[in-house]
C-alpha cells in the first residue's frame, strides 16, 4: 500500500512538471529566406537543445522557466529571442559582421568577399530597405567611398547623377554601367529597393574591364529577388507622406521693393498696375513663392509574393509610386511588374525567366533655363516676379511683369497654361539556361529583349510668349530596342585541397536599334484639346525623324587562383568590336590583373586576437568608353534646306554637315588600384584603404575646326584626363547584444586633371543659356593643367564708393556703386590699370575635393533607428539668377546716402561673369533619418513593422540658393553637361520628404 502510494505521488509530480512544459516550434532562415539547415536552438542557460532539419525547421519542448531560446549557427550572427508566451518562433539569422564568407555578384560570376582581389562595394540590402527612399540611388549617396551621388535636379521623376571615381569623358557618358540580373544598360528607374536581393559597387579596372567598352565609369550591379525553397511569403510595403521645399529665397515684400526702387533717380514707376491702385499699401504683396509651391503628397506601394520548391521557384511583384511636385502641376506615377521564374528541369538543368513591365507618366514644368523672349523657367520668373504686382488682373486675367518690357511669363500662368507630359512604356524579357555538364562545369546561356516607347508631348498656350500668341504644340515618339545573347562555360574546382582554380570564357552579341520622329504646329483656334487634336492647328513649323543602329561583339574570359586563400591571383582580357567606329578601328582590347596576400593567413597572425583580418591588394587594368552616337566616323547630310537656283527659291536641298573620321576609335581608361582590408576584434571594427590612378586617353572630343573648312567641328580621339585620390572606410560595432549599435563612415578624397586637349591648351565653356548679354556668353574654361568644371570671369573686388576709387581704374561701363573688378593681369602679363580680358581668371570649381558620409543604426528589442548623413567639401556653384532676383539682403544697397553699404547700387552683382555670383556649394546634408518598431506576430501575419523617415531634411550649407547639389547644365542631358558644372539657372527646389511606412510579411 505504502509503495503504491508513493508511485502516484511520482507520477504526480511528472504530470504536473510535464503540464507545465510546452513544444516550441518555428523555421529559422537567412536574409533571402531560404531555410537553414543544422542551426543550434539551445535554453539559454540549459543544456536542452536541438538542430534545425533540412527545411529549417525545429521543435523543442521547452520548461516554464525557460526565458530564452539561443539560435547559432557557423558564419551567422547568434540571436537570442524572448520565449514570452509564444508557441511559435521563427527567426532569421544575419551573416556574421566579417561577412566575409558572403557571396559577390562581379562581373559574368561570383566569388567570396574573402577571395576578392579587386575594389568591390557591397552594400547591405537590408540597410537600404529599411530607409524606402524613392529611388534607388538616394540610398548609395555618402555610403559608398569613391561614389559621388548628386540630386541635381529634384523635378519629381528626375534621375540623380552618379560619378564613380571622377569624370572620365569630356564628350561621353560619365555615367556608371547598370547591370541588373545580367542585362547590361539597365535603368535604376525601374526597379523598386524591395524587390532587390544583393547590389555590388565595382570600382577599379581589374574588376569593371571584363565589361570591357563598357566599364570605364565603374559598374552597378543588381541582382533581384527569387522565390525561397520551402517558405511561402506574402510581403507588403506602403510608404505615404508629404513633401515640402526645403528652402525658399528670401525675397522684399511689396513695400521694401518699393522703397528699393525709388531711390534709383532713373526710377519709373508705372502710374497704374491693372489690379492695385496703390502698390504701397498692399504692404507684403505677392508672394511668389508661394504662388507656385505647395505642400506635395507621396505615396508608395509594393506587393511581392515567392514560394519555391526543389522543382520551381518563382518571385512576383508589383508597385505603384505616385508623387506630387513641390511646384504645382509637376508630378510623377509610376508603375512596374516584375516576375521571376526559375524551374529545375532535371537536376543539372535549370531554365530562368525574368519579366519586367513598367510604365511612367512625368508631368513636367518648365525650369532650368534663362528668362529670354521664350518666358523663362517658372521658379526663376517666381524670384524675379515684383511683389507690388498682383496674380490676376481685375478681369481675371494673368497679370503682366512690373515693366512692360520685360519679356517674362507670369509664373502662376506658366504652370496653369502649359502642359508637358513624358510617358514611357519599358517591356523587358530575359531567359537563362543553366546546364552543370560534369561537377564543376557550367554552361550557360542568356539572352534578353528591352523595349523602350516614349511619348513626350508639350502644348503652350497663347497666353505665354514662347507660344508667339498662336499657341504651340508638339509632339515627340521614340523608340528604342535592343537584344542581348551570351554563351559562358564556367569551371570551378579544388585540387590538394589547397588549391582553387575559377576559369570562365564568354561570347558576347549586343544590338540595338533607335527611331524617333516629331513635329510642331502653331495656330490653334480654340485650346481645350491641348496637344490631344494637334489636326486643328494652322502650320507645321518644323518635322523630322531619325533611325540608328549598333551593335557589339565580344569575347571575354576570366582565371581567378587561390592557394590555401592567403594568395590570390586573377587576370581577365575582353575584346569588343563595335560598328560605331570606321573599319581601321572596330576591335579594342582590354587587358586586367589583379592579386591579393591575406596576411591574417600567415603564421605569424593566424591566432592573434586583435588583427583577425588583414588582406592586401593590387590591381591593374584598362576599360573603354564607346558614348558617342552612332555613325560620328562617318560624313552626315542635313535636309530640308532652303536653297536658290537662279530666281528661283527651291526647298529640301542639303549639305554636308560632319566630316568623316575614318581613324576614330574607343575612349580608353587605364586604371591601378593599390588596397588595405582590416579587420579587428572578429569584425568589430573594420577598415578599408584605397589608392587608385585612373587616366583617360584618346578622349572622344569635339574638336574646333578653322573656319575655312567648312564645318564647326569634327569627334576625334584628342587628349587625355586623370583622376587620382584616395578612399577611406571604417565600420564599427559598438554593440551586438540586446542593444545593436553600429556606425560606419567614409571619405573619399579625389584630384582631376585634363593632361591635352590636343592642340588647345584652353576652350570656354557656355552656361545653360546665354540670354543674360554678352558677358555671360562664356562663363566656364576647359584648360589643360587644371580639373574640369571651371568657372571663368572677372575676380569681385568689392564696389566704387568714391570718385578717386572710379578714376583710379579703367573699367569700361563703371560708375559709382558699380561691382569693381580686380585688375590681375595686362597684355604683358602684369596689372595695367585697364579691366579687360587679361584679367579674368579661374573663378571657382565644381567639383568637389572631398566627399563623405557617416551612418548609424541601432536597435533594441523591437525597435530601430538609422541616420544617414552626406556631404562634401571645396564645391562652388555658379547662381546666374542672382543678378535680377531681389533679395532681401539688396536692401542694404550702396547709395550715395548709404555710402558705408557694400551691395551694389540696385543690386546689379556685375554684366559680366565674376565671382560674385560664384557661392560655396559645400553642404552636409542629414539625408535619412528612419525610426520603426517590429511587431512579433504569429500565425497568419508573420512580421510586421511600422516607421517614420525624413528624407533630406536638414541641409547644412553657405550656398544662398535653393539647393546646393543644383547642376542645371545636366539635368535633362544637355551636350556640354560633363564640362558645365555646378550652373544654377532656373532650377528646381530641393525638397525633403516626410513618410511613413508600414511592412507586412504574411
Known amino acids: 500500500m505504502k509503495m503504491k502510494f508513493l508511485v502516484m505521488i511520482f507520477l504526480l509530480c511528472v504530470t504536473l512538471v510535464n503540464a507545465q512544459n510546452k513544444v516550441l516550434t518555428g523555421v529559422v532562415t537567412d536574409k533571402n529566406g531560404d531555410p537553414i539547415p543544422g542551426v543550434n536552438v539551445i535554453i539559454r542557460g540549459t543544456s536542452i537543445g536541438t538542430i534545425t532539419d533540412i527545411n529549417g525547421k525545429y521543435s523543442i519542448d521547452v520548461p516554464a522557466n ?378 550557360d546561356v542568356e539572352s534578353s529583349y528591352t523595349n523602350n516607347t516614349y511619348a513626350n508631348n508639350t502644348y503652350s498656350s497663347k497666353e505665354l510668349l514662347a507660344s508667339l500668341n498662336q499657341g504651340r504644340a508638339s509632339l515627340e515618339n521614340s523608340e528604342d530596342n535592343s537584344w542581348q545573347i551570351r554563351n559562358i562555360l564556367t569551371y570551378n574546382t579544388v585540387f590538394n585541397d589547397k588549391h582553387t582554380l575559377t576559369a570562365m570564357a564568354a561570347f558576347e552579341l549586343i544590338k540595338s536599334e533607335y527611331a524617333s520622329n516629331y513635329f510642331v504646329v502653331n495656330g490653334f483656334a480654340t485650346e481645350v484639346l491641348s496637344y490631344y487634336n494637334v489636326g486643328i492647328g494652322d502650320e507645321v513649323v518644323a518635322k523630322g525623324s531619325d533611325f540608328t543602329e549598333n551593335s557589339l561583339e565580344s569575347f571575354l574570359g576570366r582565371l581567378t587562383y587561390g592557394y590555401k586563400g592567403k594568395y590570390l591571383l586573377s587576370a581577365s582580357f575582353r575584346a569588343d568590336g563595335a560598328s560605331k567606329f570606321a573599319k581601321n578601328n572596330k576591335w579594342a582590347y582590354f587587358p586586367s590583373g589583379s592579386a591579393a596576400w591575406v596576411l591574417s593567413k600567415e603564421d605569424f597572425l593566424e591566432d592573434n586576437y586583435v588583427l583577425t583580418f588583414c588582406k592586401i591588394r593590387g590591381s591593374y587594368g584598362a576599360s573603354g568608353s564607346q558614348a558617342i552616337n552612332s555613325y560620328q566616323s562617318l560624313a552626315s547630310y542635313r535636309t530640308g534646306i532652303t536653297y536658290s537656283l537662279g530666281n528661283t527659291q527651291k526647298t529640301n536641298g542639303a549639305f554636308i554637315q560632319r566630316v568623316s573620321n575614318p581613324d576614330l576609335k574607343w575612349e580608353t581608361t587605364t586604371q591601378y588600384d593599390v588596397g588595405l582590408d582590416l579587420g579587428f576584434w572578429d569584425g568589430r571594427l573594420d577598415l578599408t584603404a584605397d589608392y587608385f590612378h585612373k587616366k583617360t586617353e584618346d578622349l572622344l572630343y569635339s574638336k574646333t575646326l578653322p573656319m575655312y573648312s567648312g564645318f564647326s567641328s569634327q569627334i576625334q580621339n584628342i587628349g587625355s584626363m586623370l583622376n587620382k585620390g584616395f578612399e577611406f572606410s571604417a565600420n564599427v560595432v559598438l554593440f551586438d547584444d540586446a542593444f545593436k549599435w553600429n556606425i560606419s563612415g567614409n571619405i573619399s578624397l579625389l584630384q582631376n586633371e585634363v593632361l591635352s586637349l590636343g592642340d588647345d591648351e584652353e576652350v570656354f565653356i557656355r552656361p545653360p543659356s546665354s540670354s543674360r548679354g554678352p558677358g555671360f556668353w562664356y562663363t566656364g574654361v576647359l584648360r589643360v593643367g587644371e580639373p574640369v568644371g571651371n568657372f571663368y570671369g572677372f575676380v569681385a573686388d568689392g564696389i566704387y564708393k568714391t570718385q578717386d576709387e572710379l578714376e583710379a581704374i579703367d573699367q569700361p561701363g563703371a560708375v559709382l556703386g558699380s561691382v569693381r573688378y580686380k585688375d590681375i593681369s595686362g597684355p604683358d602679363g602684369v596689372p595695367d590699370g585697364v579691366i579687360n580680358s587679361f584679367d579674368k581668371t579661374i573663378i571657382g570649381n565644381a567639383l568637389p575635393d572631398v566627399i563623405y558620409g557617416i551612418g548609424t543604426d541601432m536597435s533594441f528589442k523591437n525597435f530601430d533607428l538609422s541616420v544617414s548623413t552626406q556631404g562634401v567639401s571645396g564645391r562652388d556653384v555658379m547662381w546666374l539668377d542672382k543678378r535680377n532676383i531681389k533679395t532681401t539682403d539688396k536692401v542694404n544697397q550702396w547709395t550715395p546716402d548709404t555710402p558705408e553699404n557694400d551691395i551694389p547700387f540696385k543690386g546689379d552683382y556685375g554684366s559680366q561673369t565674376n565671382s560674385n555670383y560664384v557661392e560655396d556649394g559645400s553642404y552636409l546634408k542629414i539625408s535619412n533619418i528612419t525610426f520603426g518598431y517590429n511587431f512579433q506576430m504569429k500565425k497568419v501575419v508573420k512580421n510586421m513593422r511600422v516607421y517614420f523617415s525624413a528624407i533630406n531634411p536638414v541641409v547644412f550649407t553657405n550656398y544662398s540658393g535653393f539647393d546646393p547639389e543644383v547642376n542645371s547644365q545636366d539635368s535633362r542631358g544637355t551636350y556640354n553637361s560633363n564640362v558645365a558644372l555646378g550652373y544654377d539657372s532656373g532650377s528646381y527646389p530641393g525638397i525633403k520628404q516626410f513618410l511613413f511606412g508600414l511592412n507586412v510579411t504574411f
Open 66 to 443: 525557460a526565458d530564452y531560446l539561443e539560435f547559432s549557427f557557423i558564419g551567422m550572427k547568434k540571436k537570442d529571442v524572448p520565449i514570452e508566451n509564444k508557441d511559435v518562433i521563427d527567426v532569421t539569422l544575419d551573416d556574421d559582421i566579417t561577412g566575409l564568407d558572403e557571396v559577390v555578384v562581379v562581373g559574368y560570376g561570383t566569388q567570396l568577399k574573402k577571395d576578392l582581389t579587386s575594389s568591390v562595394a557591397v552594400l547591405s540590402v537590408d540597410e537600404l530597405k529599411k530607409m524606402q527612399s524613392p529611388r534607388i540611388e538616394q540610398t548609395l549617396a555618402g555610403r559608398v567611398t569613391g561614389v559621388d551621388v548628386a540630386s541635381v535636379n529634384s523635378e519629381p521623376g528626375a534621375p540623380l547623377r552618379i560619378r564613380i571615381r571622377g569624370n572620365n569623358s569630356i564628350n561621353g557618358n560619365n555615367s556608371p554601367l547598370v547591370v541588373i540580373d545580367g542585362v547590361l544598360g539597365g535603368d535604376l528607374s525601374t526597379i523598386d529597393v524591395n524587390d532587390i536581393s544583393s547590389m555590388q559597387i565595382l570600382k577599379d579596372a581589374s574588376a569593371t574591364s571584363i565589361y570591357g567598352s563598357m566599364g570605364a565609369n565603374g559598374v552597378i550591379i543588381i541582382s533581384t529577388k527569387k522565390g525561397r525553397i520551402g517558405v511561402t511569403n506574402v510581403d507588403f510595403t506602403s510608404n505615404i507622406g508629404f513633401q515640402q521645399v526645403r528652402r525658399k529665397i528670401p525675397i522684399m515684400t511689396a513695400d521694401q521693393e518699393y522703397d528699393f526702387r525709388k531711390v534709383d533717380p532713373d526710377y519709373n514707376f508705372p502710374d497704374d498696375i491693372d489690379g492695385i491702385s496703390n502698390p504701397i499699401l498692399s504692404g507684403k504683396g505677392t508672394d511668389w513663392q508661394d504662388e507656385i509651391f505647395q505642400t506635395a503628397l507621396y505615396q508608395n506601394y509594393h506587393l511581392s509574393v515567392q514560394k519555391g520548391n526543389e522543382k520551381m521557384r518563382f518571385y512576383l511583384s508589383g508597385d505603384f509610386l505616385d508623387q506630387d511636385g513641390v511646384v504645382k502641376t509637376s508630378g510623377f506615377k509610376r508603375g512596374n511588374i516584375r516576375a521571376n521564374v526559375s524551374v529545375k528541369l532535371r537536376k543539372n538543368i535549370t531554365l530562368e525567366n525574368r519579366i519586367t513591365l513598367f510604365r511612367s507618366s512625368t508631368n513636367r514644368i518648365r525650369i532650368n533655363g534663362s528668362y529670354g523672349s521664350w518666358g523663362g523657367p517658372v521658379t526663376t520668373n517666381a524670384l524675379m516676379f515684383s511683389a507690388m504686382v498682383p496674380v490676376y488682373a481685375e478681369d481675371g486675367s494673368f497679370n503682366g511683369p512690373l515693366y512692360s518690357t520685360s519679356t517674362m511669363d507670369n509664373p502662376v500662368s506658366i504652370l496653369m497654361n502649359r502642359d508637358e507630359e513624358h510617358t514611357r512604356n519599358y517591356v523587358q524579357e530575359a531567359l537563362s539556361f543553366k546546364w552543370e555538364i560534369i561537377k564543376g562545369l557550367l554552361y
